[in-house]
């Protein structure tokens, strides 16, 4: 690698990339997010919801409002909710703490599935979910 002026150039092999570059000073700041949904479940509850779910959600549907699954939270309650057009899974839990204000997100199958498999398995552990508004 070497750096001439605002340019990188890395080569190897018979392989050459040139690539710009800019000084860390100029590079945008990135604005925080302001969370609309912010709760907690206890790591056991999230799994069985997600796990409750996640045979119901369509993977590769050219439907692609199909491919995953809707997480609302009302009050006291949290709702994951999964189609693939024949099958319909609904599975609501009660979450502890303050009332929070009516929320939904959408997530990806694949979203989803890896927040499931992420869950930690200690008794005593918490998971706590944020969303930021939707765009």
């Known amino acids: 690698m070497s750096l001439a002026g605002k340019k990188i150039t890395v080569q190897s092999g018979r392989s050459r990339f040139n690539l710009q570059t800019m000084a860390a000073e100029e590079f945008p700041a990135v604005a925080a997010a302001e969370y609309t949904a912010d709760f907690e479940l206890p790591a056991g509850t999230l799994k069985y919801l997600l796990s409750m779910v996640h045979y119901a959600m369509a993977a590769q549907d050219i439907r692609y409002y199909l491919n995953g699954m809707l997480l609302v939270v009302e009050g006291q309650t949290v709702r994951a909710v999964a189609t693939d057009g024949h099958r319909l899974a609904l599975c609501e839990v009660a979450k502890d703490g303050a009332a929070s204000a009516a929320s939904r997100r959408s997530s990806r199958a694949r979203r ?20 930021p508004p939707a765009r």
């Open 112 to 131: 989803s599935t890896s927040c499931r498999g992420c869950c930690p398995t200690a008794r005593r552990s918490r998971c706590a979910c944020r969303w």
